[in-house]
């Protein structure tokens, strides 16, 4: 999910509480207002205990919500700090594999971009070079990797990333 739409449920959520906060002071208001016209405690009616507790519940519901929502928001600054720790180590891998394959800085550059899914045309225009020029960048990526295309390529990088990453299973 997209941050933006993320920090649009999240001002959402927020107005809904304000909305019951709103409602919470209404109706506290509201059972002092009917305590006042009945003259004290002592002439309470079904409908103004009813009140008095729909009103202690909606309390009570916003405070667990509040609570919920700040844990929400700990829990995704959290998973936020995660993504990033894991999306700088598996770009490390990938410069780690390229450095073993012996890339050029030109040809790592250009991997890295058909890596990130980017097509010829937008990697030449990105570095100002020739369609011609990347296309040998890609032959030369592809013969040091040992294999003959795109998916090849990312096939590979997957496999040896994951290698490192998981547990032997003997």
Same mark, same amino acid.
Not at 24 to 32: L, N, P, Q, R, S
């Given at each position: 999910m997209s941050g933006g739409s993320m920090a649009t449920r999240n001002w959402g959520l927020v107005l809904l509480m304000a909305v019951q906060g709103i409602c &919470?002071?209404?109706?506290?208001?509201?059972?002092?207002a009917d305590i006042a016209a009945e003259g004290g405690m002592s002439h309470l009616t079904v409908h103004m205990a009813v009140e008095t507790l729909a009103t202690l519940t909606l309390i009570a519901a916003m405070v667990l919500e509040a609570r919920f929502f700040v844990s929400l928001l700990r829990h995704e600054v959290a998973l936020?700090?995660?993504?990033?720790?894991? &999306?700088a180590e598996v770009h490390e891998a990938i410069r780690a594999q390229f450095k073993d394959w012996k890339l050029s800085p030109a040809e790592s550059d250009v991997a890295m971009f058909l890596v990130k899914g980017l097509g010829t045309a937008e990697i030449a225009e990105m570095r100002g070079s020739a369609e011609g020029t990347i296309k040998a960048h890609f032959n030369a990526v592809f013969r040091k990797a040992g294999v003959h295309s795109r998916a090849e390529l990312l096939s590979m990088l997957i496999d040896r990333i994951l290698a490192g990453r998981l547990p032997d299973a003997g």
């Open positions: &919470a002071v209404f109706f506290i208001v509201d059972v002092f936020e700090q995660d993504l990033a720790v894991a &999306a």
